[in-house]
Every structure is written in structure tokens, then in C-alpha cells.
């Protein structure tokens, strides 16, 4: 597999997916090798439960920030000579992450003569509201466009970005495949034997913090629920290139007092903020799956998801959580007014997800899922237990 990020190394929910479904096929068998980028908080060639994680210095050249698609291209290089470090071991499927490992994918897939799967985590097409500005979106939509070509099957998390993927791209629905994302809910449930705490009235949120996931909407929800909810506050977990808007935004409109924009928060300190907090909200204008939604659910936070993309896939008519149209902040108020002042529909919800999440969304499940994909990538033909044990 190949992905841009990678834990440590966290900057949506790539890693999240790469990293479950990379552990889940060792545990069913197979034998898993990672390819990422370097971070200085690992080293570059390690074992971690079974997947062996090789990860690019991709320092040189120097290249402007402002040009990812030209740094990117240039890391790929890098990329494809973590190849070389493998020996003789060569795997079955090469699996690229998303657009910004595109070449290194095709490469390294027709180095090994083995097919290339691509999973299309989201579009620069969708990011911009179905449409494809001009310069550095319409390249990263050209080359998305290319990866989906390349691929012998593609991959999509939600039904709803399939269908952003087979118009968008132009490609026969049968080379298309839905494969969810998925949680493991020992590591955002509480601590055996955790003392429970009451849940008090926090909203908490995290992600990237760009326009399109909504944050403003939810700053807003929540500032007129000053004198609604008693107590209520809202902490926004996450880095982004949106951050100094929304803080504008925030002490513009008086909100300082109530919203926190905590920026980065470790994954512990996040997992117990969720434990405590009496709302978790994903309130995204485009979501092509929403993994948070999974990880709040995950940790016992009543939820509330805006309607859009993949995250009403997840939600909608399964009593696992609330929903409310995107952008409106005076039905998102009323969602989370809704959590706080009512005990039994908070239980409800709770319950409700726990058994969504064990019945659809283990990560075991997904690999499940995912190996199928590879067998028909590595012989349209063959029977599923023809695949030989690597990925």
C-alpha cells in the first residue's frame, strides 16, 4: 500500500483507513508493506503489528510550499526507490491512497507487473462543489482522472462518491467498487474499568480545519445556544488552512467565550475530550465518508452529522444519530438542544450506534471487503482463495 500519511504521521483520515485495514489483512493472514513519507516521530523502516512501514525523506529538492503538485510528484520519486529495499519480496497488488501517490503506484505496480487499486478517499472536484477551477485544482483533477485510468479497479469509500467517481471520470460502474471506511472500537471505546464520568454540555469537533468541513456552521449553532443550553461550550480539535477565518469569525460575532479552537490535540487527550463530551458534531459541507463520524460513535458521543456525502450513508434511517441540512446552523442548534435536554434520545443514540458500528464497520469486515477487490484486480477470474497470502 501507498499513502501520503501514516502514523504518526496524521493529517486526515487516510492514515486512519491505511492504518486499520493494513493491520486488519495481517491479522487475516497477509502479509502488509506500507510505503509513506517521513516523519521525525518513527523510523523510517519499522514493523508495527505486522505491517512493515517504509516511509520517503523527501526533503530534496526543494521545491515552493505553494506547489503541491510539483513537491508531490517530485516525493513520489522518492516513494518508488522504497521499493528497492524490499529484496526479493515482491507483493501480489499494489494499493495507491489517493492522487498524491499516483505515480509512484503506476510505477512500482508495472515494476512488479502486478495490478494497481486505487482508492479515491475524495475528488478536487467535490472539494469545489462539482466544479474544477482552474490552475492547481484542475491539475489535481487531472491527475486523479489518470490514477482511476491507471487502476485495474477503484476503490470508494461511500455510494456517494462512487457516483462522484464514475460521472467525474467517466468510468465503467463495474470497474468501481464501495468499500466503507471503519474504526476499531477498542481504541475509541473507554477504559475497562474507567470510572464514568456524567457527560457534560461540551460539543466537541475535530478534522481538518478547511472551509468545506463546516466549522463555521457549528460556531454559529452554538452561539445561539448561549441562553438554550446552560453551560455550553464548543472545542474545535485540528489545524487548517481555514483556522484564522474561523477565529475572525469567532471573536467577530462574540463567540471567545464559548468556542475554543484548541488546534492540534494528541489522540489520547481527543479520545478522553469524546469521553466527556455530552455532543459530538460533524458539521461538513462535503464529506466524502467522514470517519470522525465513526470514531465519535465509536467513543459513546451522541452525534449529530450534517446531510451530506457519505456521512448520510452512515446516519440516515439507522436511529444512530441526528441529522441536519448543511450550512443551516439554526437546524444544527436545534439537533444538539435536542441531545442536551433530552436523556433518553442521547441513551437511544448511543446504543443504536454501538451496534451500527460492530455490524458494519470493524475493521476486520472492511479488509474482508477489500480483499475481494484484490482478488478480482489480480485475476478477474480467479476464485478468492487463489490469492496468494501478500497485499
Known amino acids: 500500500m501507498l499513502s501520503w500519511e501514516y502514523p504518526p504521521l496524521v493529517v486526515g483520515g487516510i492514515a486512519a483507513h491505511v492504518d486499520g485495514l493494513a493491520r486488519a489483512m495481517v491479522r487475516s493472514g497477509h502479509e502488509v508493506v506500507v510505503l509513506s513519507l517521513h516523519t521525525p516521530d518513527a523510523p523510517d523502516d519499522t514493523v508495527v503489528e505486522g505491517v512493515r512501514i517504509l516511509r520517503a525523506r523527501i526533503d530534496l529538492p526543494w521545491l515552493p510550499d505553494d506547489n503541491l503538485v510539483a513537491r508531490m510528484a517530485s516525493a513520489n520519486h522518492q516513494i518508488t526507490q522504497l521499493a528497492g529495499q524490499l529484496g526479493r519480496w515482491q507483493p501480489d497488488v499494489v494499493h495507491a491512497h489517493d492522487w498524491l501517490v499516483a505515480w509512484a503506484g503506476d510505477t512500482i505496480a508495472r515494476l512488479w507487473n502486478a495490478p494497481l487499486v486505487a482508492t479515491v478517499h475524495a475528488t478536487e472536484r467535490g472539494r469545489h462543489g462539482g466544479h474544477v477551477p482552474a490552475g492547481m485544482p484542475a491539475a489535481i ?105 474561523l477565529q475572525s469569525q469567532i471573536d467577530v460575532e462574540g463567540l471567545s467565550d464559548l468556542v475554543q479552537l484548541a488546534g492540534f490535540v494528541p489522540d489520547d487527550d481527543l479520545r478522553d475530550m469524546l469521553h466527556h463530551a455530552g455532543c459530538a458534531v460533524i458539521p461538513s459541507l462535503y464529506e466524502p465518508f467522514g470517519i470522525v463520524a465513526l ?97
Request: a negative charge; hydrophobic letters at 45%; charged letters at 20%.
Open 141 to 245: 483533477n487531472s491527475i486523479e482522472w489518470w490514477l482511476t485510468y491507471q487502476a485495474s479497479q477503484v476503490i470508494c469509500c461511500s455510494k456517494f462518491m462512487i457516483r462522484e467517481v464514475v460521472d467525474g471520470f467517466e468510468l465503467p460502474i463495474d470497474k468501481v467498487h464501495l468499500v466503507p471506511n471503519g474504526v476499531d472500537l477498542a481504541v475509541w471505546a473507554s477504559p475497562v474499568g474507567a470510572k464514568q464520568v456524567p457527560r457534560g454540555p461540551l460539543v466537541l469537533a475535530w478534522g481538518r480545519v478547511q472551509y468545506e468541513k463546516g466549522f463555521q456552521v457549528l460556531a454559529r449553532a452554538v452561539g445561539s445556544l448561549r441562553h438554550r443550553v446552560p453551560g455550553i461550550r464548543l472545542v474545535v480539535a485540528g489545524r487548517g488552512s481555514y483556522l484564522p477565518e
Open 295 to 391: 470514531e465519535a460513535m465509536a467513543a459513546g458521543a451522541p452525534t449529530v452529522v450534517a446531510r451530506t456525502g457519505g456521512l448520510a450513508e452512515i446516519v440516515d434511517g439507522t436511529g444512530a444519530g441526528l441529522l441536519f441540512e448543511p450550512g443551516n446552523h439554526h437546524e444544527l442548534a436545534d439537533r444538539i438542544e435536542e441531545i442536551f435536554t433530552t436523556p433518553k434520545l442521547a441513551a437511544a443514540l448511543q446504543t443504536t450506534a454501538a451496534t451500527l458500528l460492530a455490524e458494519h464497520y470493524t475493521w476486520d469486515a472492511i479488509a474482508a471487503t477489500t480483499i475481494g477487490v484484490y482478488t478480482t484486480a489480480f485475476s478477474p477470474n480467479a476464485d478468492a482463495a487463489t490469492l496468494k497470502d501478500h497485499a
